[in-house]
C-alpha cells in the first residue's frame, strides 16, 4: 500500500490487470490537493503476493475492504479503478456500501462475457515475454515504444538473471477468467454514485457503454475523446479533469 497523504476524503486508486499501483501515481498526485490519497497493488501484481492462491473476485474484494477498513475507519472512501480494478471497486462497493462514498470506473464493465479462450490468449500472450529480460534495454526492444511499455517496464524487478515483470503469465490468465464472468446483479443492486468512464478508443463499443446505463439508470458516463483502454496512461490530462469535475463539483 502506498499513501500518498493530502487533504480531505480518502481516495484509493486501483490498477487493471498485469499493472500495479506505479502506474497510478501521476493520477494519485494530481488529486493529493483535494483528497488523502492511497494506492495498493492487488493481488497477484506489484509487490503484493505473488502467486496467491485465492485469485477469485471475492479475494481481491476482501482485501480492498481490509484496506478500506485500516485507512479510513470513521468516513467511507472514494474509490478509482481502472479495467480490473474498476470491477474490484464496484464489487467492493456492491458488497459493503457503507464504506464507500462514490465510484469511478475507468474501462471497465459488469457484461463478462468474453470468449472462453480469451483468458488462455491472454495468458498465452504473457508467456511469450522472454523474460527476465537481460536489461531494461531488452525489454524495450521486446515490448516497443508506447506509454503502456514505459509502465511494465518502469515496473520490472531486478533479479540475478535481469529483470522481471512483477505477474506471472498463469496467474493473470487465471485473474481474467474471474473477470469475464457476467456482474449484472451486483451492478444493478450498486447504491453509491457511479461514474463509468470509458476512452474513445477503448475496449468497449457504444452498445457496451450503454448497456451499463441501461441496467443502472442512474449512473452517469462520460467518454474521452482520446486514449486508448489504458487512458490513464496515454489520455491523462483528460482522464484527470473528468476525474476533477466529477469528485470535486
Known amino acids: 500500500m502506498t499513501d500518498l497523504g493530502g487533504a480531505g476524503r480518502t481516495l484509493i486508486l486501483l490498477h487493471g490487470l498485469a499493472g500495479s499501483a506505479r502506474e497510478l501515481l501521476p493520477t494519485g498526485r494530481a488529486l493529493r490537493d483535494s483528497f488523502r490519497v492511497v494506492l495498493i497493488d492487488q493481488r497477484g501484481h506489484g509487490r503484493s503476493t505473488r502467486r496467491p492462491e485465492d485469485l477469485s473476485r471475492e479475494a481481491f474484494v476482501d482485501d480492498l475492504v481490509d484496506v478500506i477498513e485500516t485507512v479510513s475507519q470513521d468516513r467511507p472512501v472514494v474509490l478509482v479503478g481502472q479495467s480490473m480494478g474498476a470491477h474490484t471497486a464496484f464489487l467492493a462497493a456492491a458488497a459493503r456500501p457503507d464504506l464507500v462514498d462514490r465510484l469511478v470506473l475507468l474501462e471497465g464493465h459488469a457484461a463478462g462475457g468474453e470468449p472462453a479462450s480469451a483468458a488462455a490468449e491472454l495468458g498465452?500472450?504473457?508467456?511469450?515475454?522472454?523474460?527476465?529480460?537481460?536489461?531494461?534495454?531488452?525489454?524495450?526492444?521486446?515490448?516497443?515504444?508506447?506509454?503502456?511499455?514505459?509502465?511494465?517496464?518502469?515496473?520490472?524487478?531486478?533479479?540475478?538473471?535481469?529483470?522481471?515483470?512483477?505477474?506471472?503469465?498463469?496467474?493473470?490468465?487465471?485473474?481474467?477468467?474471474?473477470?469475464?464472468?457476467?456482474?449484472?446483479?451486483?451492478?444493478?443492486?450498486?447504491?453509491?454514485?457511479?461514474?463509468a468512464v470509458f476512452a474513445e478508443h477503448g475496449m468497449f463499443s457504444s452498445e457496451?457503454?450503454?448497456?451499463?446505463?441501461?441496467?443502472?439508470?442512474?449512473?452517469?458516463?462520460?467518454?474521452?475523446?482520446?486514449?486508448?483502454?489504458?487512458?490513464?496512461?496515454?489520455?491523462?490530462?483528460?482522464?484527470?479533469?473528468?476525474l476533477r469535475a466529477y469528485l470535486l463539483h
Do not use: N, Y
Not at 137 to 160: K, M, N, P, Q
Open 124 to 195: 498465452a500472450f504473457f508467456s511469450t515475454w522472454p523474460a527476465p529480460f537481460a536489461d531494461t534495454a531488452a525489454a524495450r526492444a521486446f515490448l516497443g515504444e508506447s506509454r503502456l511499455a514505459d509502465a511494465w517496464i518502469a515496473d520490472l524487478e531486478t533479479t540475478a538473471e535481469g529483470v522481471r515483470p512483477r505477474f506471472d503469465p498463469d496467474i493473470m490468465e487465471r485473474t481474467i477468467r474471474a473477470v469475464h464472468v457476467p456482474r449484472w446483479d451486483e451492478w444493478q443492486g450498486l447504491e453509491v454514485p457511479v461514474l
Open 208 to 242: 457496451q457503454r450503454d448497456e451499463l446505463r441501461r441496467r443502472r439508470p442512474q449512473t452517469e458516463c462520460a467518454v474521452l475523446r482520446g486514449g486508448t483502454h489504458d487512458a490513464h496512461l496515454d489520455a491523462f490530462e483528460e482522464w484527470v479533469a473528468a
